[in-house]
Structure formats: C-alpha cells, structure tokens
C-alpha cells in the first residue's frame, strides 16, 4: 500500500451489484435513504435534513478521493441503477497497511444480502489491490445486523471500545470486528 492513488476511476462488480465512485448525479438517490432517521440510529452521522446535506457530504467524498484520504463507492443495482448504499473504506492507516470499512444501505434493501455482497467485494479490493493487511470495522453494539454482515465476511470480533463514540451528548461503546489478510486468504 505505498502508492494510493484514488484518482482513476475504480469498477467493482458483484452479481446484483456496481460498485462505482460516486458523483453528484447520485445526490438524490443517497438523500433517499440517508434522511431516514431509522439508519442514522446506526451511523455516525445524523440523518440529513435536505439534498444539501447530501451534496455536502458527496463533496467531502470527491475532495477524498483526490487527496486519497478515503475510498468510497456507491452500490448500484444492476437491474435498474438505482444506487441503494454506499461503502468503502472510511480510514487508512498507510504506515499499518490497514484501513476501515464502513457502510450504509438503504432500509428497504436491508436483509437482502446487498450488504454482505458488496462487503465481501471491498474486502477482496483491500486485500488483493491495496495490499492490505488488515481491515477493521467498529460497530455500534446494538446493531446486530451490522454484526450479521461482519462475521459473514469473515471479520472476527476482537473487543469493545468502552465511550469511544459520543453521539446526540451520549458516549457510546463499540465493537471493534477485523480480518487479516492472512485469514482471508484460507
């Protein structure tokens, strides 16, 4: 993972799904779901308020992808292109060869593997492309779906962070989940 380099545009497919860098074309189809307040229950940001909010936060994703801060991508079915989630990897540790995944589906999507499929496609990105080592993922601890999608991909779960997230005022624990690169590779 010496060179990142998030610039050129990245293609990922799954069976249902595209996994495509995201531009502001999806605005819409993100402020779909990410305004709904039964999903920024399990996220680290609130529900967004209008499609600014939305455009806001798919600025900050471009201006990482330049500056190879973060890697994200939208999930779009294939069937219709809507774009359903978004998914990536939220952190790097470039000296560690590691990073952090993270994810958000829309709610009517959730149970229907979309998650776990896209997931288990960014983790075989990590490893075999970004030659990573490690891949982690913190979890809100009663997110058991989250959890689901975790131990499906083959993360292990390896503690928890007792107030390591304040969110509305509240500290809030997390479970750290990971998988090396080692293990992904059995």
Not at 19 to 31: E, G, H, P, S, V
Not at 37 to 51: L, Q, R
Not at 139 to 153: H, Q, T
Request: with cysteine; net charge neutral.
């Amino acid at each position: 993972m010496d060179k990142l380099d998030f610039s050129k545009d990245i293609f990922l497919q799954t069976d249902r799904l595209i996994l495509r860098k995201m531009t502001l074309d999806d605005a819409q189809d993100i402020f779909e779901y990410a305004k709904d307040e039964e999903i920024s229950k399990w996220v680290t940001w609130p529900a967004h308020k209008s499609i600014d909010d939305t455009i806001q936060f798919i600025n900050f994703v471009l201006d990482g992808y330049k500056k190879n801060k973060h890697i994200g991508f939208v999930a779009e079915r294939k069937e219709d292109k809507k774009v359903i989630g978004t998914i990536g990897f939220a952190t790097f540790f470039v000296d560690h060869d590691k990073a952090e995944i993270g994810y958000t589906f829309g709610a009517k999507y959730w149970g229907k593997g979309y998650a776990t499929e896209a997931a288990k496609k960014i983790i075989e990105f990590g490893f075999n492309e970004l030659d990573l080592n490690r891949i982690q993922a913190h979890v809100f601890i009663p997110n058991e779906a989250s959890k689901k999608v975790l131990k499906k991909i083959g993360m292990k779960f390896e503690g928890i962070l007792k107030q390591a997230f304040k969110k509305n005022g509240k500290y809030l624990d997390l479970e750290l989940c990971a998988i090396l690169k080692e293990d992904f590779e059995k």
